[in-house]
C-alpha cells in the first residue's frame, strides 16, 4: 500500500499524452535495484517485436458481425468521450489490429457524434 500519494492522478502507464513515465531504451536503467536471492538469476535480453496487434485481431475475427457491431459501438461509446487526439491514436490500434474492427469503431464514433 503507497502512503506517499502514489503519484497522485497522474498517470502511471507509458504511453501516455499527459506527461507521465516514458521509456527511455537505455539499457541497465530500468531493471530493480540489487536484492538477495537463493537460486540461479539471470538477466535476459529479448527482442522488441511489433506484433502486439495479432492476437487482439484473431480474437475479434472470431466475433460474428453482430457481436462486432456491439463491440464497435460500446467502446465508441465511452471513447468518443475523450478528446480527438486520444481517439485518433486509439483508431490506430484498431486499425492495426484488424482493418474491419478499425473502420466499424470509426463508424461507431461518428454516429456519436466525434470530430475525428
Request: proline share 3%; no cysteine; aromatic share 10%.
Amino acid at each position: 500500500m503507497a502512503i506517499n500519494g502514489n503519484g497522485g492522478a497522474a498517470p502511471n502507464y507509458e504511453p501516455n499524452s499527459y506527461g507521465g513515465p516514458a521509456q527511455n531504451n537505455l539499457a541497465g536503467q530500468t531493471y530493480a535495484s540489487n536484492f538477495a536471492v537463493q537460486g540461479e538469476v539471470a538477466r535476459h535480453t529479448y527482442e522488441l517485436t511489433d506484433d502486439d496487434f495479432v492476437q487482439v485481431g484473431a480474437l475479434y475475427n472470431l466475433f460474428n458481425s453482430e457481436q462486432k457491431n456491439r463491440l464497435a459501438t460500446t467502446i465508441a461509446s465511452t471513447l468518443s468521450q475523450t478528446p480527438v487526439f486520444i481517439q485518433k491514436r486509439q483508431l490506430g490500434h484498431f486499425y492495426r489490429a484488424d482493418k474491419d474492427y478499425g473502420r466499424r469503431v470509426e463508424s461507431a464514433l461518428k454516429a456519436a457524434g466525434s470530430k475525428i
